[in-house]
């Protein structure tokens, strides 16, 4: 398939803001169940306007995929059908969540309704926003996933592994910037949020290399002989019945060298995983504010080049019936 | 129930092209149209077709044979590209079975595309809106044409009757006998989408002839005048 730049913006952009919206919430229920320091109402609100500024600017890129972006809003209606239509009713579900999230903090809007326990859990309208919040961001990681998972056509990307790589990648890479964020403001929960950004990107590289495993066994369903449907071992095109270019022959193919496909591969294979997972570490050790910022910025720049290859090595069946030129 | 549908005659396609032009010429012209080209006269020439012409060479020379392959939407009775559609765009023909596209309410998103594992569908570059044939919809359908001409244009156009039309429910239309006695089948029926449209396989009409056949068994030159001649008299000789 051909990446589209698009949809890998709006794919890693939306990921990590439902990520750092899921690394706020834990922060404050850690916080309220007193496991880590409590923090300010400020932290959770810039945050807050943060991850809703990915939010938007994923949303932004999205509309570039359009061929028409002002019929836009049509989008919402087939949602019984089609997992497209999901996102983009769930999209915007999660952009109010945040955003009424980061005000109620804002506006300090936090006397508890009912506290729970021996003064243990108090329950504010800011904790009840973020429990539906996690369930949104859990539902759109699902939503952008299955557009990819349900096409059965790309058998690549058929497998409940992409529901997991959309999760495990997303998260990680939102609670790795919280832990910059952290590292920014110089509070003490850069340690929190990187230890959970290492666990979910060590789950992101199991389900992305089982992914990666399984890619490279698969045997495709469709072969040129069930194509044109002639029985024979040996069939070559001859002529896809026109010299120049179409959109079959631009969409549904990258138009790269293997060579580069294998860089691309070994890029993020080295940027998402080791490299922030490192730096991390040093951080930690080294109580540096500066490696989670660029910890984050790697593994951005790494899961760019991730869902880059991820279009790039899924195969339409289609390109069966466009092999030769003439 | 309807369902109309080609049947494409492999035996018959001689991969002249004349239906590619002719569906691009109508359908340019009317309600699907234009289907806008871009760089019609320049290097790398680009456009919107619904229908294709592509060539196949099967086998190892010179045991080959060439195939023509006329590749168009294939109408499936189970399509896969209508449930994805976030807009409700994409659909398929209560009354008759036929796949079409709503332009007014495309947004362009080109997920139809994926979900189409024959690649028949093709963003027009200008109006940014997905197309696809329509079975010439505005043509099949148009009740002041007469009969004759109420078929779609490549159907019309071609020369050698390689391009059947009609209803493939119908168990006695002319599609459907050719389908069941000419051995018509679906293409990459792996994925279930249940194709309207069939293909007609390549023939080869061999004339079987055995031994006693060219030699006739009862050839009365072998069975009669069995006399051996050693010079004497015989019947030429005898002048009258």
């Known amino acids: 398939m051909h990446p589209a730049f698009s949809v890998i913006f709006l794919t890693t952009l939306i990921g990590a803001a439902q990520g750092l919206f899921l690394a706020l919430f834990t922060g404050q229920l850690y916080a309220s169940i007193r496991l880590i320091e409590p923090q300010t109402d400020v932290f959770y609100a810039v945050g807050s306007a943060l991850a809703l500024g990915l939010l938007i600017a994923g949303l932004g890129a999205s509309f570039f995929h359009l061929g028409r972006p002002e019929r836009a809003w049509r989008a919402a209606t087939r949602w019984r059908t089609s997992w497209l239509s999901r996102e983009v009713i769930v999209l915007p579900m999660m952009m109010a969540v945040v955003f009424f999230y980061g005000l109620f903090h804002w506006l300090e809007w936090t006397d508890p309704f009912v506290v729970l326990g021996d003064d243990m859990l108090a329950i504010d309208a800011t904790f009840v926003i973020g429990a539906v919040g996690t369930l949104v961001a859990f539902a759109l990681y699902v939503c952008t996933a299955m557009i990819y998972a349900s096409v059965k056509f790309l058998e690549e990307w058929h497998s409940p592994y992409t529901v997991g790589n959309f999760i495990f990648l997303g998260a990680g890479s939102g609670f790795m910037l919280a832990a910059a964020y952290s590292a920014y403001i110089g509070n003490h929960l850069v340690g929190f949020y990187g230890t959970w950004a290492v666990i979910l990107t060590l789950l992101g590289l199991a389900t992305r290399g089982a992914t990666l495993v399984r890619n490279v066994g698969l045997r495709h369903k469709s072969n040129l002989q069930t194509a044109i449907g002639v029985r024979h071992r040996t069939i070559e095109q001859k002529s896809q019945g026109f010299t120049g270019s179409s959109f079959n022959t631009r969409e549904f193919f990258h138009h790269k060298s293997p060579e580069f496909l294998r860089l691309v591969r070994l890029a993020f294979l080295v940027l998402v995983f080791p490299v922030p997972i490192l730096l991390i570490a040093l951080a930690y050790v080294t109580q540096s504010a500066t490696l989670p910022i660029i910890a984050f910025v790697a593994q951005y720049l790494g899961l760019l080049a991730e869902r880059w290859y991820f279009f790039a090595e899924a195969r339409h069946p289609q390109n069966l019936y466009y092999q030769s030129v003439a | ?240």
């Open chain 2, 1 to 240: 129930m309807t369902q109309l549908a080609l049947v494409i005659d492999l035996n018959v396609c001689v991969g002249c092209h004349a239906c590619v032009t002719s569906c691009k010429q109508w359908n340019t012209s009317g309600w699907a149209g234009p289907m806008v080209d871009e760089n019609p006269y320049d290097a790398d020439p680009t456009g919107t077709f619904f229908n294709r012409v592509q060539t196949f060479e099967v086998g190892n020379y010179p045991q080959t044979e060439t195939v023509h392959f006329p590749k168009s939407c294939l109408h499936c009775e189970d399509p896969p590209c209508v449930p994805v559609c976030p807009t409700g765009a994409s659909y398929k023909r209560e009354d008759n079975g036929v796949v079409l596209v709503d332009y007014d309410k495309c947004i362009g998103c080109k997920y139809c595309s994926w979900a189409c594992p024959y690649g028949v569908r093709e963003l027009d570059e200008q109006q940014k809106v997905m197309k696809k044939c329509t079975l010439c919809i505005d043509r099949i359908t148009d009740q002041t044409l007469p009969e004759s001409e109420r078929k779609p244009a490549c159907v019309l156009a071609c020369p050698t009757s390689a391009r059947l039309y009609g209803d493939v429910h119908d168990p006695d239309s002319e599609v459907s006998v050719a389908i069941r006695e000419r051995g018509g089948y679906p293409l990459m029926p792996e994925w279930g989408t249940r194709p309207a449209n069939h293909y007609l396989p390549r023939r080869k009409t061999r004339m079987h002839i055995t031994e006693d056949e060219l030699q006739r068994a009862d050839n009365p030159l072998t069975k009669e005048d069995i006399t051996v001649y050693t010079g004497e008299e015989t019947l030429d000789d005898v002048t009258w």
